[in-house]
């Protein structure tokens, strides 16, 4: 069966500090990839998504970047962390476009 | 402006009774989704329902789909306290291609009571 792991669970990191979210998945191959951000009380917002290794499209503009380096492994980095990049951070990936998605379970960013 | 849009913003109900939550959507769609999320946990898929359907169940839910009026409802009948989460719509919007990418509503927080 498929899982998607998404770690750390909880990250306090300051200001300017660098970020590296990571998220896997197993027991599938070829899967579309995404990142969300889900601010307190509010719907999902896409950041990324991937197609294949190496493809990545951004959905907004933001201090954020996306890499996939392999198949089943999807990365969100930042090099300098602002205030307004606190949030919960979702990765989800799916099999067939337009079909169900897959989320993990998450991970909590305070940036102080 | 958000492509679904969800209403009410929050349900306060007893154990028992029904919930309808509704999703509005502006453009056209592939098919219509319905996820749940518990309290600081990840989305769960409950059902997806595709533009040329208009009605489908899964256990105690119900959801209907009228493109004429792009909106969606998801009726939980018999609640339980379990059932207490969020609950939010998404679509797969024509034209998105292979990249499978869906359009959240902003959901509707579901209390019951026991």
């Known amino acids: 069966s498929q899982t998607i792991h998404q770690w750390p669970a909880t990250l306090v990191q300051p200001v300017g500090s660098p970020l590296s979210l990571e998220c896997t998945v197993e027991?599938?191959?070829?899967?579309?990839l995404y990142w969300y951000r889900q601010a307190a009380g509010r719907g999902l917002q896409l950041l990324f998504y991937?197609?294949?290794?190496?493809?990545i499209s951004s959905e907004v503009p933001q201090n954020l970047s996306a890499s996939r380096p392999q198949d089943r492994q999807f990365i969100l980095s930042s090099k300098k962390l602002l205030l307004s990049d606190s949030g919960f951070y979702l990765c989800?990936?799916?099999?067939?476009?337009?079909?169900?998605?897959?989320f993990g379970p998450g991970t909590r960013l305070t940036v102080l | 402006s958000q492509q679904g849009e969800e209403d009410p913003q929050a349900l306060s109900i007893q154990e028992g009774e029904n919930a309808t939550m509704n999703c509005s959507y502006k453009?056209?769609?592939?098919?219509l989704q319905w996820y749940r999320q518990n309290s600081g946990r990840g989305l769960v898929h409950l059902i997806l329902?595709?533009?040329?359907?208009r009605e489908k169940h899964s256990g105690r839910l119900r959801v209907t789909l009228d493109t004429s009026k792009k909106s969606s409802s998801l009726l939980i009948t018999a609640s339980r306290a379990a059932d207490t989460a969020s609950y939010f719509c998404?679509?797969?919007?024509?034209?998105?291609?292979?990249?499978?990418?869906?359009?959240f509503g902003q959901g509707t927080t579901l209390q019951v009571k026991p």
């Open positions: 998404a679509t797969d919007v024509v034209g998105s291609g292979n990249t499978g990418k869906l359009i």
């Open positions: 027991g599938t191959s070829n899967p579309n």
């Open positions: 329902i595709r533009s040329n359907e």
């Open positions: 989800a990936w799916s099999q067939l476009a337009g079909g169900e998605q897959f």
């Open positions: 453009t056209s769609i592939n098919n």
């Open positions: 991937s197609v294949g290794i190496g493809q």
